[in-house]
């Protein structure tokens, strides 16, 4: 039985356009689960990873707005929240979802720390823009009395930016391999997990994010996962994207992908780190597999009848 | 090796008094695990329940105070970000006092629904108070535009009231089985566990709260622990509680309890959730035992010098 890390992007969990409500964010998922159980019923061990972007974005955004009748809280800790939030809708859809074809595997989401390291050089310069727009006053006055790293968004504002340091190491993967084991579908690293620095006697949740490819893909490695199986908007990767020499891609080989990512052919913050994460799952262990694919197409995908499939 | 669900209260997680910042909190969790890794290292196996009522509720007021940016959560999802939220610090808190005492058991948060029975009678009768207090007008414009059950809070103003039905079944508990079975330590049905309805074909979750104690005493029964460990902050139960003629319990059974508890003995709300939860447990098989006792002697009350015992 082949056993896959799915990576669920942004379109899995809400749909653009449509107002952010949570009953708006459980219609997505259903339709989500329904792409998901069907790999499950191939036969397939699956377990899942998720993104939480804008989700976190909006819990930053509550936690301004209410600060002066109630404490913010902290980023990790909205981490912690999101992981609940969207764990919670994507294991009650799976489960209905199982229910409904008459499967009982049990589907539940552990909260997860990752750690990172503290000398991850990211922690000097932080990249990654989260929560609301500022002013350039609001700005301001938030580097000076919380030490934010702001930067501007050209032509739209300031935002806040936090590290995005490298996955070290899953803490509650023993918990996640137990689960597995037994054959249960496990909802992890949510948001790219809570990052975690350790020092000695003590772990501290930190203001970063850890990119959610980049977990998903340090978890498939941890688990001995066959396949990695990113699942975004686009059914397969592109060369000169949106340009009239556009190419699509139905596999690349490691070489092949080193040498596009030399030449700048994917976008940071987007399809880079999913190209990277795939390149370094194929990479890690001969026969590993990883593939990036539309979340429609996801078991077309595994059939090789759409995605780019990446490979040693 | 005696299996235990603690049941963790307000005290444990939080300091009265002190501001409700994310530092005050874990400051306080980690005092709450020295009391939970003392148990754990005389060699019981540990599953931790806890309650989110303040916490819940600092929810429910960044979710009004922001519904114009963003949209508000409703109460289900605010319950799984609670667990989210209290769980991570509590994994974390634990997992580093293992650590630093040279034990490796893994500890991890399961996002936890509970079914209640749509048929519930509490459905007709919402007495549980939640969330901010509001001016009449409020009130009325929130029982008209939401639906909300709101109730008139003596002096203090008007309040929405949610049913608080019985715990029937814990949807993830053959998840929570196979991690106690290698010893692991779970942290599960936070905040009472988050409430679901079953319908032909679906899982709702509701605007209801389970009461954390009852929920804690399925939880015993379904895992078969021997020992229902109900943590609060007095030593004992009382008799006669604030009056002249006060009596400290060491023990009673469950005849003894019944009639205390027609009698009018224990406040609802407060301590009598928590001695009904005992009765059942006690009263559910043959050799089960609950206990009452204050988290700061929770060791010395599984040795039998400190808490109210309550046994067949």
Known sequence: MKRIVVALGGNALQSEGKPATAKEQLEIIKKTSVYLVDIIEEGYELIIAHGNGPQVGRLLLQNEASQNITPAMPFDVCGAMSQGMIGYHVQQAIGVELKNRGINTPVVTLITQVVVDKNDEAFRNPTKPIGPFYTKEEALILKEKKGYDIVEDAGRGYRR???????????????????????????????????VIEEEEKRIGVAAVIDKDLASERLAEDIEADILLILTAVEKIALNFGKPNQRLLDKMNIEEADEYIKEGQFAPGSMLPKVKAAVTFAKSKEGRTAIIASLHKAKEALEGKSGTVVEM
Do not use: C, H
């Open 161 to 195: 930016v936090v590290p995005s340091p490298m996955p070290k190491k899953i803490v509650e993967i023993e918990s996640i391999n137990t689960l597995m084991k037994e054959g249960q579908i496990v909802i992890t690293v949510g948001g790219g997990g809570i990052p």
